[in-house]
């Protein structure tokens, strides 16, 4: 559903991503792993259209959209959520959730904002709270449900579980299954807990030094001989 090809990517003169050739599937779970500085939240960003782009393309259901701006991707059906600043903490539940619907109808809205509050019944009583009051963990929760509203296909999750209690880090890690099993959700997860995050998805790609260094399954990597010096930044 979601590839890039040869994509070589960083900021403006930073070059980052050399020649990442990278696949979402439909309706799975694909986790990006890696060292600290290996690329993995530039890859989505680069998917996103926040970085510059040397070479390569980004693919989307076989159409090239590697310079549509983020806006255009996002009416495409693919959201980003960066590990911070992904909901406007200012504006209270409600608002946040409507102004991630402002392009549906009105009764489109109700329907997507109904699906929302059904996969996050934790945000029903708190629709009138300032979002910046909610927990680590309610944030996250939001944020997504602000992606689902916005009709959401694809969905890119930077560190969804950083700085989360475990009980939080466990209930964004079922939430996310409960995305692909119920919803039919295609899901790219970049998370530094790799162990977890192996463990919920289909798939899984290596990045190291900005390179491809797995591709296959998750299961595949878990079971890797040489897991453990592959997950600090040895090649195989």
Same mark, same amino acid.
């Given at each position: 559903?979601?590839?890039?090809h040869e994509l070589s990517s960083g900021y403006k003169e930073l070059h980052i991503l050399f020649d990442v050739d990278f696949r979402a599937e439909k309706k799975r779970i694909t986790?990006?792993?890696g060292p600290n500085g290996s690329g993995k939240s530039t890859l989505l960003k680069s998917i996103f259209g926040f970085t510059t782009?040397?070479? =390569?393309r980004v693919i989307l259901d076989g159409d090239d959209v590697t310079h549509l701006p983020p806006h255009e991707k996002t009416k495409l059906g693919i959201a980003y959520l960066p590990q911070t600043d992904n909901i406007f903490t200012e504006l209270t539940v409600r608002e946040n959730l409507v102004i991630a619907g402002y392009i549906l109808g009105e009764d489109e809205y109700a329907d997507r904002l109904e699906l929302a509050l059904n996969v996050f019944p934790e945000l029903k009583d708190k629709m009138d709270r300032?979002? =910046?009051m909610l927990s680590g963990g309610e944030r996250q929760f939001l944020g997504i449900a602000s992606a689902l509203i916005r009709r959401a296909r694809v969905l890119m999750l930077d560190e969804p579980t950083a700085m989360l209690s475990p009980k939080f880090a466990s209930q964004v890690f079922e939430r996310i299954l409960s995305l692909r099993d119920e919803l039919g959700l295609t899901i790219v997860l970049v998370e530094q807990n790799v162990i977890k995050a192996l463990e919920v998805s289909d798939n899984a790609l290596m990045?190291? =030094?900005g390179k491809v260094a797995f591709s296959g399954t998750a299961r595949e990597l878990l079971e890797h001989e040489k897991f453990?010096?592959?997950?600090v930044g040895y090649t195989l």
């Open positions: 559903m979601l590839e890039t986790a990006v792993v782009i040397y070479s =390569g300032k979002a =910046g990045l190291i =030094g453990e010096r592959f997950v």
